[in-house]
Nanobody
């Protein structure tokens, strides 16, 4: 089994910053893409940012220039640095990883989510 554990959410005022982290553990052979999705109340889950094992990052237009995704392949972790936060960034943020695990091959895994609330 593979587990993704997120941390770092919370409440922040508009214009502030937060950093989310996610650690993958378990029977991992390798991890391709890792990233972050978010889901606001009444809305569908959407991609925020992801990053390949080679370090190529991809961002939603709404967060470009404000958020930075990074990863540590040796530690199987992915970070999301969020700056200049806006109230519309309020959502539950989910870690996502495409993992090759022993016995199960490639699968997509999700964390349980961490709440980010930005007050105006």
């Amino acid at each position: 089994q593979v587990q993704l554990v997120e941390s770092g959410g919370g409440l922040v005022q508009a214009g502030g910053s937060l950093r989310l982290s996610c650690a993958a553990s378990g029977n991992i052979v390798s991890i391709n893409a890792m990233g972050w999705y978010r889901q606001a109340p009444g809305k569908e889950r959407e991609l925020v940012a992801d990053i390949t094992s080679g370090g190529t990052a991809n961002y939603a237009d709404s967060v470009k220039g404000r958020f930075t995704v990074s990863r540590d392949n040796a530690k199987n972790t992915v970070l999301l640095q969020m700056n200049s936060l806006k109230p519309e960034d309020t959502a539950v943020y989910y870690c996502n990883a495409y993992v090759r695990a022993y016995y199960t091959g490639y699968r997509t895994y999700w964390g349980h989510g961490t709440q980010v609330t930005v007050s105006s």
